[in-house]
Structures are given as structure tokens and as C-alpha cells.
């Protein structure tokens, strides 16, 4: 089994509109986790998504609980895996996995709804084990 690993906690470049880049490489095997944290506020409203928060409460416009935002998480590997599928998981966490499909530039997308914490991100794709450590802020 192959496993690609970065752990990228302190060293971490913004990307504008793509977020952070978490490259994993391995045995000639290269690409990266890309994760997009929510920009403003952890929390938003269901029904008004532009209503953010940094604290759980209620949305002023509609009164609905806020919940926290989802953190989308992007696997890039390249062209060559068009069509399969991979599931993206968060370690420790077994209701946040997610399989998804790599569309035709090779990339596959999840999405969580992640409060502020430490979280590591893994996926399984046909021998290969791919893990990136993250701190969501």
C-alpha cells in the first residue's frame, strides 16, 4: 500500500479564491489536498447564507439556529483520474466522509461542516493512502 503524507500545520501558503495547499507526494505520485475554509464566520444561517457568526446563535433575519459552515476540501492528483471515485474522510471523525468523483482536470471535492480545530484529512484511492494535517482557525 502506498501512503502519500503531509503535515503542513505551521507552514501553510493562502491561495487566493482556492484556498490552502497541503501537497502530498510519494513514490512519483504527486498532488495536494486544497482546503477552503469559510472566510467570514463559522457559523451561517440555512436559509440566509450570507448571515455569518463567529458564535452559534440565531439568524437576525429568519430567527433559525446558525450552523456551522462547511469547509470544503479539494483532492487535486491530475488528468489520468477522470471519472473514478475516492472517498475523502476526516480522521477521527466517521460521519464526515464523502465519496467523490474526480472530474475531467483531477480533482474531487468534499465538503464538512468542521468548527475550529485540528483536523487531518485522508483518502483511499486503489492502494494509495493519502493524509494531510490541517488547523482550521
Known amino acids: 500500500m ?4 503531509a503535515a503542513l500545520v505551521l507552514s501553510l ?3 487566493a479564491a482556492t484556498g490552502y495547499q497541503l501537497p502530498v507526494a510519494n513514490n512519483g505520485v504527486q498532488g495536494a489536498f486544497w482546503v477552503n475554509p469559510p472566510l ?6 440555512p436559509m440566509d447564507p450570507d448571515v455569518r457568526s463567529d458564535a452559534p446563535g440565531s439568524c437576525p433575519k429568519c430567527n433559525m439556529d446558525l450552523e456551522i459552515a462547511p469547509t470544503q476540501v479539494r483532492l487535486s492528483l491530475g488528468a489520468g483520474l477522470a ?3 475516492v472517498k475523502i474522510a476526516v480522521a477521527g471523525h466517521p460521519s464526515f466522509s464523502h465519496v467523490a ?3 475531467a482536470h483531477g ?3 468534499a465538503s464538512f461542516p468542521l468548527p475550529p480545530g485540528m483536523y487531518t484529512f485522508t483518502a483511499d484511492l486503489k492502494g494509495a493512502h493519502l493524509v494531510a494535517a490541517y488547523k482550521l482557525r
Not at 2 to 5: M, R, V
Open 101 to 103: 468523483k474526480f472530474d
Open 13 to 15: 501558503t493562502p491561495m
Open 2 to 5: 502506498l501512503t502519500l503524507t
Open 83 to 85: 471519472g473514478k471515485t
Open 107 to 109: 480533482n474531487a471535492e
Open 40 to 45: 467570514k464566520g463559522h457559523f451561517s444561517c
